[in-house]
């Protein structure tokens, strides 16, 4: 079956009713009819919430389409129902909500009187819509479609959206649109301390089995990501610089430097690297000076999580990058947002050819901007997508021909330097290697040593697989050469 447009985004999306003329809120529309014809004329007025004091406007709001492209109402109305209740809402969340139910609503229409199907619950399971849902599912699984993880988050969204429609009664099925089991799941935060959580299973979730390639190089920093050798850091900057995006450049190289996320990266801000008379402080590592760069709430640097903390920056990164932030390149690209925009009360450093920034900072994607002209939000795409089709491309032809990384990969790398680094000063016994872990885990922000540890085992636990695996080699050339020998003999 081929997907079709499951989506649409508005880029302002302001919640109103009908009201009547009189209303001293209400705002009137004329919709011409064509020659011939009265106009249509009515009054509306923008919802109000008097008990939380506000209304409910949205930038980037997504619209659930049927297969026809016609706006489904049941999808968007639980899309806005969800919204209602968030005071914060992660647009790109609800977005992938919407996309979820496109692809139901898209299967739907495939079927025979699909606006009748979706309410029928008949005795026998597979009849009704969410088992039948679940198979096509399991097909499109087996047939390499759709990735398992896609599988399941459409199959729990389904699911939301029935429990939603239950609930507000806008019908009681026959039968139960699937059966239920809870149980309790214990587990361990990552100070130790054990936690009970009550947990709702349903026999139409669709289960993803993990199988780890121990080969792959990865470590599980939120997110699977590869540490690049030294060699291979040298290459993506070297193909950086020779496409001559000094951005990407500058970009790169803070994550390599610092283990900035990208987030944290794409909103840094103007102000933090035009200081005249910045404070340096002794690295942590011991080697050089450092601008502690605070990073998160407050600050106007978005963070994973929400989460405070400092970044090292080292001293020639950061006058490097307030050379940048003076250079007349710089002005030029923020006086072009400005003519689009115009001035921006905290400036990113950043900013694209065309003006605009490389990241939408939290704080400014909340605020409601009615005059917003654009259907996505900035999340990096324009950094990802220079690697995919500049960079990778320019090491593969000129060192590596499966050369392969991404961004996140980066900071994976700069906990890889340091350790190699701290592991060093500890075989040198200049420092302890309690000293080390805690350095690495300060450096990354990381909550628990035993994310830490992953960095620090890394290497060890790479060359005791491929010693394995080449032991192994050997033993079974060694068996298979027998085996020639008897397959050569010939048979009398």
Same mark, same amino acid.
């Given at each position: 079956?081929?997907?079709?447009?499951?989506?649409?985004?508005?880029?302002?999306?302001?919640?109103?009713?009908?009201?009547?003329?009189?209303?001293?809120?209400?705002?009137?529309?004329?919709?011409?009819?064509?020659?011939?014809?009265?106009?249509?004329?009515?009054?509306?007025?923008?919802?109000?919430?008097?008990?939380?004091?506000?209304?409910?406007?949205?930038?980037?709001?997504?619209?659930?389409?049927?297969?026809? &492209?016609?706006?489904?109402?049941? /999808?968007? *109305?639980?899309? %806005?129902?969800?919204? +209602?209740?968030?005071?914060?809402?992660?647009? #790109?969340?609800?977005?992938?909500?919407?996309?979820?139910?496109?692809?139901?609503?898209?299967?739907?229409?495939?079927?025979?009187?699909?606006?009748?199907?979706?309410?029928?619950?008949?005795?026998?399971?597979?009849?009704?819509?969410?088992?039948?849902?679940?198979?096509?599912?399991?097909?499109?699984?087996?047939?390499?479609?759709?990735?398992?993880?896609?599988?399941?988050?459409?199959?729990?969204?389904?699911?939301?959206?029935?429990?939603?429609?239950?609930?507000?009664?806008?019908?009681?099925?026959?039968?139960?649109?699937?059966?239920?089991?809870?149980?309790?799941?214990?587990?361990?935060?990552?100070?130790?301390?054990?936690?009970?959580?009550?947990?709702?299973?349903?026999?139409?979730?669709?289960?993803?089995?993990?199988?780890?390639?121990?080969?792959? &190089?990865?470590?599980?920093?939120? /997110?699977? *990501?590869?540490? %690049?050798?030294?060699? +291979?850091?040298?290459?993506?900057?070297?193909? #950086?610089?020779?496409?001559?995006?000094?951005?990407?450049?500058?970009?790169?190289?803070?994550?390599?430097?610092?283990?900035?996320?990208?987030?944290?990266?794409?909103?840094?801000?103007?102000?933090?690297?035009?200081?005249?008379?910045?404070?340096?402080?002794?690295?942590?590592?011991?080697?050089?000076?450092?601008?502690?760069?605070?990073?998160?709430?407050?600050?106007?640097?978005?963070?994973?999580?929400?989460?405070?903390?400092?970044?090292?920056?080292?001293?020639?990164?950061?006058?490097?990058?307030?050379?940048?932030?003076?250079?007349?390149?710089?002005?030029?690209?923020?006086?072009?947002?400005?003519?689009?925009?115009?001035?921006?009360?905290?400036?990113?450093?950043?900013?694209?050819?065309?003006?605009?920034?490389?990241?939408?900072?939290?704080?400014?994607?909340?605020?409601?901007?009615?005059?917003?002209?654009?259907?996505?939000?900035?999340?990096?795409?324009?950094?990802?997508?220079?690697?995919?089709?500049?960079?990778?491309?320019?090491?593969?032809?000129?060192?590596?021909?499966?050369?392969?990384?991404?961004?996140?990969?980066?900071?994976?790398?700069?906990?890889?330097?340091?350790?190699?680094?701290?592991?060093?000063?500890?075989?040198?016994?200049?420092?302890?290697?309690?000293?080390?872990?805690?350095?690495?885990?300060?450096?990354?922000?990381?909550?628990?040593?035993?994310?830490?540890?992953?960095?620090?085992?890394?290497?060890?636990?790479?060359?005791?697989?491929?010693?394995?695996?080449?032991?192994?080699?050997?033993?079974?050339?060694?068996?298979?050469?027998?085996?020639?020998?008897?397959?050569?003999?010939?048979?009398?």
């Amino acid at each position: 079956m081929k997907e079709l447009r499951r989506k649409v985004i508005l880029p302002v999306f302001q919640l109103s009713e009908l009201t009547t003329e009189d209303d001293p809120q209400a705002f009137k529309r004329v919709i011409d009819q064509g020659k011939g014809h009265l106009d249509l004329i009515y009054h509306y007025r923008f919802v109000w919430d008097e008990q939380v004091g506000r209304g409910f406007n949205y930038n980037l709001f997504p619209v659930v389409l049927s297969r026809e &492209g016609m706006p489904w109402h049941l /999808g968007t *109305l639980y899309i %806005l129902s969800q919204l +209602e209740g968030e005071t914060s809402p992660v647009m #790109t969340s609800y977005q992938s909500k919407a996309d979820d139910l496109g692809a139901y609503k898209e299967w739907l229409d495939t079927q025979i009187r699909p606006d009748e199907l979706i309410f029928q619950f008949p005795k026998i399971k597979l009849r009704r819509p969410t088992y039948r849902y679940h198979g096509h599912l399991q097909k499109q699984i087996q047939a390499g479609e759709i990735a398992p993880s896609t599988g399941r988050r459409r199959m729990g969204t389904v699911v939301a959206f029935y429990r939603w429609l239950i609930e507000n009664n806008y019908f009681q099925p026959e039968y139960p649109p699937w059966e239920e089991k809870k149980f309790q799941l214990v587990f361990k935060t990552t100070e130790g301390r054990a936690i009970s959580k009550r947990v709702i299973s349903t026999d139409v979730s669709i289960r993803t089995p993990k199988s780890e390639d121990p080969f792959a &190089g990865a470590i599980q920093d939120g /997110g699977k *990501l590869r540490p %690049l050798t030294g060699k +291979e850091q040298d290459w993506i900057l070297e193909a #950086t610089l020779a496409k001559g995006n000094t951005e990407c450049y500058l970009f790169q190289l803070f994550v390599l430097a610092t283990g900035a996320r990208i987030q944290t990266a794409g909103t840094l801000r103007l102000r933090h690297f035009i200081q005249s008379n910045p404070h340096y402080s002794k690295s942590l590592t011991g080697e050089g000076e450092v601008f502690k760069l605070k990073a998160g709430p407050g600050t106007g640097i978005d963070t994973k999580n929400d989460k405070n903390g400092v970044l090292q920056v080292p001293r020639p990164i950061y006058e490097l990058l307030h050379t940048y932030a003076t250079s007349e390149r710089a002005k030029v690209r923020r006086g072009r947002f400005e003519v689009k925009h115009g001035e921006h009360p905290d400036p990113y450093l950043f900013l694209t050819q065309q003006g605009s920034p490389y990241f939408t900072a939290r704080d400014e994607a909340l605020r409601f901007n009615p005059e917003l002209d654009r259907r996505h939000e900035k999340t990096g795409q324009t950094v990802r997508q220079f690697l995919n089709e500049q960079v990778i491309p320019y090491v593969r032809e000129h060192h590596n021909k499966n050369f392969h990384y991404r961004i996140h990969d980066l900071r994976a790398s700069f906990g890889m330097n340091m350790t190699e680094l701290l592991m060093k000063l500890v075989q040198a016994k200049t420092i302890t290697l309690h000293r080390a872990r805690m350095t690495v885990k300060d450096l990354l922000w990381h909550e628990s040593l035993t994310t830490t540890d992953l960095y620090l085992n890394y290497r060890n636990q790479m060359d005791a697989i491929y010693e394995a695996v080449n032991g192994y080699g050997n033993q079974l050339k060694k068996w298979t050469e027998r085996a020639m020998k008897g397959i050569e003999v010939i048979d009398e």
